[in-house]
Nanobody, 122 residues
């Protein structure tokens, strides 16, 4: 099963920072990747998966209210990559984080990452 490749999770103290990275597979051309919407989701035990941040193909960004001002999502189309810079981390940010990409036009196609654990100790 094709997946996005994630990295950057780990254990950090409250108030610390982490940067998550996500790379799309090579069969998605750079030109095609520019037409993908990208996002980061997270899921903690006992809770549903929730949207953390997203960037549309046109560059519009959205954030979950509780991470606004602390997290920054970015994309590097030339590298087919998505990033999530997380600052001022809190214990409630502890979760498995998933990268997600989906075509914004034409036939629907989406990919998920395998998930990377982020643990914030208080």
């Amino acid at each position: 099963q094709v997946q996005l490749v994630e990295s950057g999770g780990g254990l950090v103290q409250s108030g610390g920072s982490l940067r998550l990275s996500c790379a799309a597979p090579g069969f998605i051309s750079i030109a095609s990747f520019t037409l993908y919407n990208v996002a980061w989701y997270r899921q903690s035990p006992g809770n549903e998966r929730e949207l953390v941040a997203s960037i549309s193909a046109s560059g519009a960004m959205e954030y979950k209210a509780s991470v606004q001002g602390r997290f920054t999502i970015s994309r590097a189309n030339g590298k087919r990559s998505v990033y999530l810079q997380m600052n001022s981390l809190k214990s409630e940010d502890t979760a498995v984080y998933y990268c997600y990409v989906a075509r914004s036009t034409g036939r629907h196609y989406e990919l998920w990452g395998q998930g990377t654990q982020v643990t914030v100790s208080s």
